[in-house]
């Protein structure tokens, strides 16, 4: 029987050892053109990886299952604590060797290692949805710390009574989206609020949006990608204005974007002025799209913030906290408030590496 775990196991091997040997040929051909054989070398480097990784399990695989064996009928004390200890040993390394496999077979979302902007919004239940809006951007607060990452407040809407319209947090650190990014959705409270006077229980949410912090991005601009006119500037400027090819038109032609510069009697000073004013537009179009993107990610990840809608729901009476996208209930809704999140956010987390485990051998082996 296989010591592999299920995941592996389950993966076709032999199909991988026959592409591999497949790009292997087709990498000797003489006329792969240069982008093709980039794309081919990538897949073969990955293959090559994978595929050395999984003879090393097999091989400890193979050793494990003979110490095991040995062990078995061994009637010496002093040799049976020996190959205990190489049992250990040998286990310990296929479980290494196993966990550095799966991150090349199931790797990750790429954008999970990014800084994250959280935003927090008052949703149904007027003030109570406030306060429980203060109360989530104190638990993601406490609870960046615990993982050594760093929080902060990027904008605030504050009430009247201490909560919040609307709050943004900028969280900092390793993998804050891969551990936050579930979080987004319609999080619902039942509780007595402070303003109600006859005790009843409440019911109000706040939604949760999670967006990965972009890349810092420099508009290095391919020459290339250019056309630079010349030509006799006009209007006021001195003796010199209209007599040399100083003014400068730069169009981008990827994007269509068009500037010109005449101010300077230098041609090469327009030209640098120019290419300022493009590089400024071109950032400006960047950030705009970006934007509207965030807006069409929000849009999605909470809905219409309704009460039927939910994503968790804290059950202050109870001191109950059910996360349902995880299906997961725990009697700690005190501890969990004071930032403790790990025990709601590891089953999520466990579950997306489950469903990247299918997404991967339904589609590739």
């Not at 076709?12 to 087709?26: G, I, M, N």
């Not at 003879?55 to 040799?79: N, R």
């Not at 309704?306 to 725990?330: C, F, G, M, V, W």
């Amino acid at each position: 029987m296989s010591l592999l775990s299920e995941g592996l196991a389950a993966v076709s091997w032999d199909k991988l050892e026959a592409r591999y040997a497949s790009l292997s040929e087709e990498l000797l051909s003489p006329t792969l053109d240069s982008k093709k054989r980039s794309t081919l070398q990538k897949e073969f480097s990955h293959l090559s990886e994978l595929l050395g990784l999984y003879k090393a399990i097999i091989q400890l695989e193979a050793e494990l299952s003979g110490v095991i064996a040995q062990k078995a009928e061994s009637t010496d004390v002093e040799y049976t604590a020996l190959l205990e200890e190489e049992e250990v040993s040998l286990s310990r390394q296929m479980h290494e060797q196993g966990f550095e496999l799966e991150k090349l077979l199931f790797p990750p979302d790429e954008l999970d290692n990014r800084s994250i902007f959280l935003e927090i919004r008052a949703g149904t239940g007027g003030q109570e949805a406030a306060l429980f809006a203060g109360d989530l951007a104190r638990m993601y607060m406490l609870y960046a710390p615990k993982k050594q990452w760093r929080a902060s407040i990027a904008s605030e809407s504050p009430t009247d009574l201490g909560g919040f319209r609307d709050i943004v947090l900028h969280i900092e650190g390793k993998n804050v989206f891969g551990y936050l990014k579930h979080e987004a959705g319609v999080h619902r409270v039942q509780r007595v609020p402070s303003t109600e006077t006859a005790g009843r229980i409440h019911t109000s949410t706040a939604t949760i949006a999670v967006f990965p912090e972009a890349e810092e991005v420099e508009f290095t601009i391919n020459p290339n990608d250019l056309r630079i006119d010349v030509y006799r500037a006009s209007g006021a400027g001195g003796q010199h204005v209209n007599t040399t090819d100083s003014a400068v038109r730069i169009t981008h032609i990827p994007t269509g974007v068009v500037v010109a510069c005449q101010d300077e009697r230098s041609q090469h000073k327009n030209k640098a002025k120019a290419l300022k004013e493009l590089q400024s537009r071109l950032y400006s179009s960047h950030k705009e799209k970006q934007e509207a993107e965030m807006s069409a990610q929000r849009k999605e990840q909470v809905g219409s913030a309704t009460r039927s809608e939910k994503a968790r729901t804290y059950n202050y009476p109870q001191n109950r906290i059910t996360d349902h996208n995880a299906d997961i209930t725990l009697n700690k809704l005190d501890i969990i408030m004071e930032g403790n999140l790990d025990d709601i956010l590891e089953p999520l987390m466990k579950k997306d590496l489950e469903e990247r485990r299918k997404r991967a051998l339904s589609s590739t082996f």
